[in-house]
């Protein structure tokens, strides 16, 4: 019997419901899926093709600790997970990782995700949405600071300017920018 304790990333997303529907083939493990994607992330991937690409490309490396019987998820696999996992199971399986990996290194993480302000909408008189970007001592349940984003941009492009803002040395920060997460 196998004694190894699970890898920290597989035991924080061990509870996390596989959105596929059951009865089907499922060639690749949800985990393989998740980790593929997280590393693809980190590694500047930004949509679901530079997933599949980067994948295909590092494929002996992730074969050193996944079995990828059935090798590399398409895109459009990763695209379809993605699309059914439940935000706020995903949300809370990372976050734990999250504060494993922090606890680990001795580092803070700060979470910096963008929101669109409900009810700062007003079509009749013209004024769209206010966007913005903040940053989030998660062990501290702190809010470090915010930025709105500007009119016809993005959140990417206020992120430097809340990073100004904030002291990040020695922190672990991760992003959530249009549903792809990245660390």
């Given amino acids: 019997m196998d004694t190894t304790p699970p890898a920290p990333f597989v035991e924080a997303f061990r509870t996390l419901e596989d959105p596929r529907r059951p009865g089907r083939t499922l060639a690749h493990n949800l985990h393989e899926i998740l980790t593929i994607a997280?590393?693809?992330a980190i590694g500047g991937a930004n949509?679901?093709?530079a997933v599949e690409t980067f994948g295909r490309a590092k494929i002996g490396w992730f074969r050193r600790?996944?079995?990828l019987v059935h090798g590399i998820p398409s895109h459009d696999t990763f695209g379809r997970v993605f699309a059914h996992?439940?935000?706020a199971a995903f949300?809370?399986?990372f976050g734990q990782w999250i504060a494993d990996v922090c606890g680990k290194l001795g580092r803070a993480h700060i979470a910096i995700d963008g929101k669109r302000l409900a009810g700062s909408e007003d079509a009749g008189a013209g004024v769209t949405?206010?966007?913005s970007v903040?940053?989030?001592a998660t062990d501290a349940r702190l809010s470090l600071g915010q930025v709105a984003v500007d009119d016809k941009s993005n959140e990417i492009t206020a992120i430097p300017k809340l990073l100004e803002l904030i002291e990040i040395s020695g922190a672990l920060v991760s992003v959530s920018v249009h549903g792809l997460?990245?660390?």
């Fill in 91 to 93: 949300q809370a399986c």
């Fill in 85 to 87: 996992l439940k935000p």
């Fill in 65 to 67: 600790f996944l079995p």
């Fill in 47 to 49: 949509d679901w093709v």
């Fill in 129 to 131: 949405a206010l966007h």
């Fill in 181 to 183: 997460r990245l660390t």
């Fill in 38 to 40: 997280l590393c693809a």
């Fill in 134 to 136: 903040s940053a989030w």
